[in-house]
Structure formats: C-alpha cells, structure tokens
C-alpha cells in the first residue's frame, strides 16, 4: 500500500530543513506549530530572492522550534533567536522570480547575522499576515492557490522509487547514491513504482486530497550536499538522459509540485496510508 515517508518543511527559503513526524496541511503548504512552509526568505540589497544556488552555505543554516518563533544555528553554533511577530517590523516590497511581494523586514540584527554567516549583505523577511502571493495559474485549472515564498507552489512531493531509480543509474557508473534531501521535498512517498508521481491525478491521505499540477524543473542545486554547504558531483548529466520534458520546454524534471484540494486543516503523518487516482 503506497505510504507517506517523509515529510519536511523548510521555515526559511533555500535554508536546511526540519523533519517532522506530522504535518498540518494548509492551502499554502505545510504547516507545524503555527510555522509555515518558506515563512521566511533571504534577500539581497534590491530585494531580490536569495538561493542556495549562488550561495550554497545556506544549507548550513539550520532552524529548529523555539517558542513562539525559530532558532537559526550555523556552523560553530552561533545562534539568532527570531521571533514570529515583531510590532517594529517594517514593510518592504520583495521578488520572488516575477512575483513582488509585500514583506516584513526582520530587522538589523538578523540581517548582521545572516552576513556573518553568508559574507554578503542581506535581509530576512518575514510572509506577513497582509502578505499575498497566488501560484500561477497556468497549472492549477484557473484555482487561485496560495503560496509563500516557495519557488512557485505550495508542496513539492516526490517518491523514494524515483530517487531509487536515479541513485542506481548513479552508482552504476561509480558514482555515489544521493539522499533525498539533495531535491528538498516536503512529501516523499513510498510503495509505488518510479516517477508515478509524473501522472497522478490525486492524492487521497483520510480526508485530505492532493493534486500533483507542475513537473518540477531542475537547477544545479541538487549538487549541493546538504550537510557541508559545498557543490558536489551534479545528477544532471545523468537526468539529462531520461528526464527532458517537452511539456516543461526540454528542461530536466523531478518531483511534482502539489497543491492542495480539500482537507485543509487535516493532518499528514509518517507511516499514513494513501490512496491514488493516475491518469495516463
């Protein structure tokens, strides 16, 4: 029976993630103890969206829960406490791809911090309340479906067998296996054959139902690791052979962005049973 395995929220964009046992399932993503999937996001001088893809030390920021907001911890164990809401935040107009967004600053400290960390200058800013941003259109039948500061979508779902697939034509050039992590998905599933997710039409999990809409396309990003914050042997040679999609213009897709139906509200938990809708 196909199951839930993993499950991973991301509280600051392109930074390391947090695995969770279980999840509140929200219109904008995953959520956990009141914290949102890319609640926060890094950004340059002009506003502009940082990734781990020009500064890949990202991955070496690490969150965790910390009472009514999160602790960031980098290498060497310096810590910044931050919290949730702030009365003194400022509103600040930032880009995420083509989409301006309204933001809240996070103020001088975190953005001193950030700098010892990254070695350039930047903001951390907060998805407010009066924040909004919709996902394109384009792949969700005309439905106006929230997001943060994800790259576009609200959940990024991918099987283990799809990753199994890729690690075994990996290694049978010598090559090492990659963990999950290096494609940053929120939901990995389990007990269906490799790349399913490509033409599921729905995802039942109890009362919550899914919908998987976008091939997700790939940068050189999965050839960061995780763990050291450096660039390593890049997977993209190797999905150029079999993953060029024509539906996404000839570029190299993994995993299946996702949206949310119905169920919002309703929980996801590691070991949950799913039930599955394809359409070919």
């Not at 509140?24 to 340059?44: C, F, K, P, Y």
């Not at 070496?60 to 931050?82: E, N, Y």
């Not at 940053?184 to 399913?196: C, K, L, W, Y």
């Not at 150029?240 to 309703?266: C, H, S, W």
Request: glycine share 8%.
């Amino acid at each position: 029976m196909p199951a839930i395995t993993k499950l991973t929220f991301y509280p600051i964009k392109s930074c390391a993630g947090i695995a969770l046992t279980e999840a509140t399932l929200t219109s904008g993503g995953l959520r956990h103890e009141n914290i949102q999937d890319r609640e926060w996001m890094v950004v340059d001088a002009a506003g502009r969206f940082l990734t781990q893809r020009d500064y890949p030390r990202m991955a070496l920021i690490v969150p965790s829960l910390h009472q009514d907001g999160i602790r960031l911890t980098a290498p060497g164990g310096v810590t910044f406490a931050l919290p949730l809401t702030s009365a003194d935040r400022t509103s600040i107009n930032v880009i995420v791809w083509d989409d301006v967004v309204s933001a809240q600053d996070c103020g001088d400290g975190a953005a001193d911090w950030l700098y010892g960390i990254l070695g350039v200058r930047c903001r951390l800013v907060h998805f407010g309340a009066a924040s909004r941003r919709i996902a394109s259109k384009k792949w969700t039948a005309g439905r106006e479906i929230p997001t943060l500061f994800s790259d576009g979508y609200p959940m990024l779902l991918i099987s283990q067998a799809s990753l199994d697939d890729l690690n075994q034509k990996l290694q049978a050039q010598g090559r090492n296996a990659l963990p999950m992590n290096r494609f940053r998905p929120n939901i990995v599933i389990d007990g269906v054959m490799a790349f399913e997710e490509d033409f599921m039409l729905t995802i039942s999990a109890g009362k919550a139902q899914l919908q998987p809409v976008k091939p997700c396309p790939r940068c050189p990003m999965p050839s960061i690791d995780q763990a050291t914050g450096q660039y390593d042997a890049d997977p993209l040679d190797i999905l150029q052979t079999y993953r060029v999609n024509p539906k996404m213009d000839g570029a190299i897709t993994f995993g299946m962005n996702t949206i949310l139906l119905e169920g919002a509200g309703e929980i996801l938990r590691v070991g949950q049973e799913i039930t599955i809708e394809l359409g070919f």
